[in-house]
C-alpha cells in the first residue's frame, strides 16, 4: 500500500502548494452561492420546506464544487503523459491498480478539501449545519462524491491524449449532470418528464445526502442516496481500474 499513500500524498501537496488553483477552483461556487443565494433568497420559496432558497442551494453548490474538483483531477493523467511521469510510473515493479487508487483518492481528498473550504465561507452566510452528526454525514457524501467522480475521469483520461479533448468531453458531460442534480432546484416540482433524468444522473443522490447532513431534510431517502452513492463508486472505481491499466507505455 506505500504506493497508493505515495500517488495519494503527491496529489494532495500539489493540490496544497497551488494556491492559484485553490483560489480559482472557488471562484464558480462562490457565484452561485452568492449571487444567485442572495439574490433569489426573498423572491424564491421551495415548497414544503421552511429554509430559505441560500439554505436550500448551499449543499448543491458544495457538491458542485466537489464534482468539478474531482473530475478534472483526471487531467493529470494527461500531464503525466505528456511529461513523462507516467511512464515512469507504470514501467515501475507496482501495481497499476495501486497507482490508479492512490490518484483516486488523491483527487477525491482535494475535492473534499475544497467543499470543506466552501462550507466553512457557508458559515459565515447563513449556513446551520443540523449538528455534529450531520456535518460527518455531509462530509462522507462529499467523499462518495469525490470517489466516483475523480475515477471517472482518470477512466476517460486514461482514453486520451489531447488535454482540449479531455476539457470538451468534461464541460459536455459534467454541466448536464450538474444541471440535472437538484443543486439548485426541488427534484420534486419537477415534470414528469424530467424528473427520471434527474433520478439517473448519480450526483442527485450525493445532493440530497449532503443536503440532508446539513439540514435534516431531504427529497430522497438518506439510505437510498447512501447505497446509490456508494455503488456508483465502486462501480466507477472498477471501470478507472480497467481504462488505466490498458495505457500503453
Not at 482535494?110 to 462550507?119: F, H
Not at 459565515?124 to 467522480?149: H, S
Not at 488535454?163 to 450538474?178: A, R, S
Not at 452513492?229 to 491499466?245: E, I, K, N, P, Q
Amino acid at each position: 500500500m506505500d504506493i497508493v499513500y505515495t500517488i495519494w500524498l503527491r496529489n494532495v501537496k500539489r493540490y496544497l502548494r497551488s494556491k492559484s488553483r485553490i483560489v480559482g477552483s472557488l471562484g464558480m461556487p462562490l457565484f452561485f452561492m452568492l449571487v444567485l443565494g442572495f439574490g433569489l433568497n426573498s423572491i424564491v420559496r421551495i415548497p414544503g420546506m421552511e429554509e430559505g432558497y441560500l439554505e436550500f442551494i448551499i449543499p448543491g453548490i458544495v457538491a458542485m464544487s466537489v464534482l468539478f474538483t474531482s473530475v478534472f483531477s483526471g487531467i493529470q493523467i494527461i500531464w503525466d503523459k505528456q511529461f513523462g511521469f507516467l511512464k515512469e510510473t507504470l514501467v515501475a515493479p507496482v501495481s497499476r491498480l495501486e497507482i490508479m487508487i492512490g490518484q483516486t483518492l488523491g483527487g477525491a481528498t482535494t475535492a473534499v478539501i475544497q467543499g470543506l473550504i466552501l462550507m466553512v465561507f457557508a458559515l459565515f452566510i447563513g449556513l446551520q449545519p443540523a449538528g455534529i452528526t450531520g456535518f460527518l454525514v455531509a462530509v462522507g457524501f462529499m467523499a462518495l462524491i469525490g470517489v466516483t467522480f475523480t475515477a471517472f475521469g482518470i477512466a476517460i483520461a486514461s482514453r486520451m491524449e489531447d488535454m482540449h479533448g479531455f476539457q470538451l468531453i468534461m464541460n459536455f458531460v459534467i454541466f448536464p449532470i450538474f444541471g440535472l442534480s437538484g443543486a439548485l432546484f426541488p427534484i420534486n416540482s419537477l415534470p414528469g418528464w424530467l424528473r427520471p433524468l434527474t433520478l439517473a444522473d448519480p450526483l442527485t443522490y450525493g445532493v440530497e445526502g449532503i443536503r440532508y447532513g446539513l439540514s435534516g431534510t431531504a427529497q430522497v431517502h438518506p439510505l437510498a442516496s447512501l447505497a446509490v452513492m456508494a455503488a456508483c463508486a465502486v462501480l466507477m472505481t472498477v471501470a478507472g481500474a480497467y481504462l488505466f491499466r490498458k495505457i500503453q507505455t
